[in-house]
């Protein structure tokens, strides 16, 4: 069982940036693939970013289209966490920001095939 614990949500002007934090508690958090995704109000889980293990001195990383060249996905495996940097906010951004850890070797894109998930925390961009 691997528990995640999102934190850094908040409320924030469309222009700024806020940095999100997904704490796990797996032992062996360098080898799980890890993703964010958001799902506003009446919407679907949407794909915002993975990172995948480190392989061969390459760490794969991916970003939804909607957030790329704005988000920053990254992990410290020191510290068992994965964060979300968040820049150039838009109203749209606004939903729940949930983090998710699947075993694969490589990071997942879709949520099914993600077999831990946090709770989620709360982001809303003010225009």
């Known amino acids: 069982q691997v528990q995640l614990v999102e934190s850094g949500g908040g409320l924030v002007q469309a222009g700024g940036s806020l940095r999100l934090s997904c704490a796990a508690s797996?032992?062996?958090?360098?080898?799980?693939?890890m993703g964010w995704f958001r799902q506003a109000p009446g919407k679907e889980r949407e794909f915002v970013a993975a990172t995948g293990r480190r392989v061969a001195q390459i760490t794969l990383t991916y970003y939804g289209d909607s957030v790329k060249g704005r988000f920053t996905i990254s992990r410290d495996n020191a510290k068992n966490t994965v964060y979300l940097q968040m820049n150039s906010l838009k109203p749209e951004d606004t939903a729940v920001y949930y983090c998710a850890a699947d075993s694969s070797s490589y990071p997942p894109r879709t949520a099914y095939e993600y077999d831990y998930w946090g709770q989620g925390t709360q982001v809303t961009v003010s225009s």
């Open positions: 797996a032992q062996t958090f360098s080898n799980y693939a």
